[in-house]
């Protein structure tokens, strides 16, 4: 009887954790079409500014170069890390740390700048430096939460405290494929080959005035970008990850249910026989 009413228990608290699970699962889901939208729409966007970006720097190369586009010569990095606040979503933390600590063995001078919760103690058993740390949040990003990353980068960069700036994020492939990446951002580099359709491009105002304000836009809209990939990634993954623990918690209450089921039946067999057993001896 005891192991009835405990296999009882079981079944009833595997039911509780599939209906958890699957109400994860669908609020990952409501998150996930509006985040793989904006992901999509923005990688053209981010295109189309390399393109103007980088031929406005052609056309200006002997005469001007921008601070972005210059290295310090410190060997600084300045590491961007983005990351999830909370866990639950399968093995992208996992992988993104184990990219962390991959370039962190190969970069040991670097101080990082976090944005989630779910890395930020990774960088510490580093025993690395953190500039700062911001929350990722629970929506999709704001474009307002680029503005604080980017003034600690002007501080670093173009204090020349840093060489470089890089961004360790999860690029979002599909819906069940997300794998993380490293972005360089600072000193901005351009492919060499220039497009034949640039040289009859014409610029108003001058290029000298267009360069700084669109490498800025440039900048802020790479570190944005990694951000809405950051953020689709984890609500696939997640989305992926509650509906699998929704599956095997269903698995584990039918399997659960046959065992009781069985153990009723022998319970009832048993008092059967008892009975007939008692009627026998009276006779």
């Known amino acids: 009887m005891a192991n009835l009413l405990s296999l009882k228990r079981r079944i009833r608290a595997a039911a509780n954790v599939s209906k958890t699970t699957r109400a994860m699962q669908m ?7 509006r985040a793989q939208d904006a992901t999509v729409a923005g ?55 184990r990219e962390l600590i991959n370039f962190d063995s190969q970069n040991k001078d670097s101080i990082y700048l976090t ?9 510490v058993n580093l025993r690395r430096q953190i500039v700062a740390s911001f929350k990722f949040g629970t ?45 360089n951002v600072l000193p901005i580099e351009f492919p060499k080959e220039v497009p034949l359709s640039s040289a009859f491009t014409l610029f108003e105002p001058t290029p000298e005035k267009l360069l700084p304000p669109f490498l ?7 570190i944005y970008q990694a951000l809405l990939e950051s953020f689709a990634s984890e609500q696939g993954a997640r989305m ?15 399997d659960l249910q046959l065992e009781y089921n069985k153990g009723r039946q022998e319970k009832i067999t048993n008092e059967i026989l008892d009975i007939g057993s008692m009627s026998f001896t009276s006779l």
């Open 27 to 33: 609020i990952a889901i409501s998150k996930l079409k």
């Open 43 to 97: 990688r053209p966007y981010v295109d189309k500014l390399s393109f103007i970006s980088k031929t406005l720097s052609s056309k200006l190369e002997e005469q001007y170069r921008h601070e972005y586009l210059r290295k310090n010569g410190s060997g600084k990095n300045l590491v961007l890390l983005f990351s999830p606040d909370k866990g639950l979503c399968g093995g992208l933390i996992t992988n993104l740390i």
């Open 115 to 123: 944005v989630g919760k779910k890395t930020e103690t990774a960088v």
């Open 139 to 183: 929506t999709l990003p704001s474009f307002d939460m680029v503005l604080p990353v980017t003034k600690i980068i002007d501080e670093y960069f173009l204090g020349k405290k840093v060489d470089s700036v890089k961004i360790i994020s999860t690029g979002f492939l599909s819906v069940f494929s997300q794998k993380p990446k490293i972005t």
């Open 216 to 222: 800025r836009h440039f900048l802020e809209m790479i």
């Open 240 to 254: 992926v990850a509650m509906q699998n623990a929704t599956d095997n918690a269903l698995e584990i209450v039918q």
